[in-house]
């Protein structure tokens, strides 16, 4: 009988998080922060002497979720922070890739991520809301990147993302920095909004 494949990965912290059979008691945000850092954005084909990072990607998208609902608490406005936390482990890929890869990628993603908002006290699935509003906040952070570090026009990120309301975005920066100092800042907000939280 041929031995099963490794389907975990060691982290820094000491932890081993199995990706078939995730465990929030395997999650530590230092993990989830270190390696965001690590992950580029748009396979790292952006302008800048730094690539730009999960993790500078998820203190934006949390930044505009906030401010398409000023009122959301700041539980979701944490679940906003960790949208895209399973990639510290799965990776980032461009939107054509995990249509390629089909629904195996999406059911892993799933998968780390309930573990991760178990982790933190969230619930393992987002209420239905709450997803659609991180995902237009997202895809706002997208059209960002998109027109400022990425080479796209804006008539082509509009196709593509939608066109923001240039007032809600006018005074956002994208920022490049190095990995130590964007891992540094996440895992600070997270401090914050938990603190927030209670």
């Not at 993790?55 to 949390?62: G, P, Y």
């Not at 398409?68 to 054509?96: Q, T």
């Amino acid at each position: 009988m041929p031995k099963p494949a490794r389907a975990w990965q060691r982290m820094l912290s000491g932890r081993r998080l199995d990706l078939l059979d995730p465990t929030p008691v395997d999650i530590e945000i230092e993990d989830i922060a270190h390696g965001l850092a690590f992950v580029a954005r748009w396979n790292g084909q952006t302008r800048g002497d730094f690539a730009y990072s999960v993790a500078e990607h998820s203190l934006l998208v949390e930044e505009i979720f906030f401010r398409l609902g000023p009122d959301n608490s700041p539980k979701w406005r944490l679940a906003a922070l960790l949208h895209d936390a399973p990639e510290y482990v799965i990776g980032d890929m461009i939107s054509p890739v995990k249509a390629a890869v089909g629904p195996g990628y999406g059911a892993l993603d799933d998968r780390v991520s309930a573990a991760i908002h178990l982790r933190f006290g969230l619930p393992a699935t987002l209420p239905a809301q709450i997803k659609r509003q991180i995902k237009a906040a997202d895809r706002i952070s997208a059209w960002m990147e998109a027109t400022r570090i990425a080479g796209f026009s804006e008539a082509e990120a509009d196709r593509f993302f939608g066109r923001p309301d240039e007032a809600l975005i006018g005074d956002l920066d994208i920022i490049l920095r190095p990995p130590v100092e964007t891992r540094a800042a996440y895992t600070a907000r997270h401090a914050q909004l938990l603190g927030l939280i209670g």
